[in-house]
């Protein structure tokens, strides 16, 4: 499996009136893992994008688990255990500093031509990274 992970705290404006982490918070938590995940495999989103594809999420899952809080340090994981066909599973989660599942859910994302806007296959070098990274961890 490819595997990655970034970690920072929760920041105050992430939080509600009660210090709880926002629901919506989480998927952009999420999105972190991934772009930390692409990078750290060599092919950044932007070098993708620059490459004329994009990459849409389609699908998100999340399920909450237990409450991240004003003060707690986030563990954000990403995972991609199986080649893109027409579309790219990335499993996520998010964990506290107590190493306690905060959420937890998938990714689904597409492959469109930048220029048409149109569908298309998962771009060779994001392939290649996969397949080079895929027994990682």
């Keep these: ?3 990655s992970e970034t970690i920072f705290p929760v920041r105050y404006y992430e939080t509600d009136q009660m210090g709880i982490v926002h629901h919506s918070n989480y998927i952009r938590y999420f999105e ?4 930390v995940l692409m990078a750290e495999g060599g092919y950044p ?8 594809v994009t990459i849409p999420i389609v699908k998100m899952e999340c399920n909450y688990k237990h409450p991240a809080k004003m003060g707690d340090i ?3 994981v990403a995972i ?3 080649e893109p066909l027409a579309k790219l599973y990335v499993k996520q989660a ?3 500093q107590d190493n306690v599942l905060c959420a937890e859910g998938q990714a689904t994302l597409g492959f469109l031509n930048k220029e ?7 771009p060779d070098k994001l392939l290649e990274m996969i397949r080079k990274h895929i ?3």
Aim: overall charge neutral.
């Design 1 to 3: 499996m490819m595997y």
């Design 32 to 35: 972190c893992a991934r772009n």
């Design 45 to 52: 989103i932007e070098k993708c994008e620059e490459d004329g």
């Design 74 to 76: 986030v563990r954000c």
């Design 80 to 82: 991609i255990e199986q």
């Design 94 to 96: 998010v964990y506290n």
């Design 116 to 122: 048409t806007g149109r569908p298309t296959r998962c």
């Design 135 to 137: 027994n990682d961890k």
